[in-house]
């Protein structure tokens, strides 16, 4: 099984707030950490519809190991909407709690199976 960790976007905690030199320079080293890192790290960036409705959440970023664990490369993640990719985190319980997560900014900690093409993880 392949533990793979999530970050979903808050709007109170966003990178935007922070001097563009700081960003520049911690965005580099943090890539870098997260790059090598042997644990799977997927960053998520909510998606809402036109009454302010969390509908998706939109992969920014996922590392090596996070593609793995999902049986593609990270290139094939970047960009792709969660949902599209995992359906059954709307019924399973996952998708409501990483809404829950982008609204409240509080982390939450839990465990999930999903088969993905005939590998658990």
Avoid: W
């Avoid at 966003?14 to 320079?25: I, M, R, T």
């Avoid at 998520?44 to 998706?56: C, F, M, S």
């Avoid at 949902?83 to 999930?112: I, K």
């Amino acid at each position: 099984m392949t533990e793979i960790k999530v970050a979903v976007s808050h709007p109170a905690t966003a990178v935007e707030n922070l001097g563009s030199l700081a960003v520049s320079k911690s965005e580099d080293s943090f890539r870098l950490v997260l790059e090598a890192s042997p644990d799977g790290f997927i960053i998520l960036r909510n998606v809402r519809d036109a009454t302010g409705e969390i509908i998706d959440f939109c992969i920014e970023y996922a590392n090596p190991v996070a593609a793995r664990g999902v049986n593609r490369t990270a290139a094939e993640l970047l960009g792709q909407h969660l949902l599209q990719l995992f359906p059954t985190f709307r019924t399973n319980g996952v998708f409501e709690r990483y809404v829950t997560v982008a609204q409240t900014g509080r982390s939450e900690t839990f465990e999930t199976f999903y088969d993905s093409q005939g590998k658990r993880i």
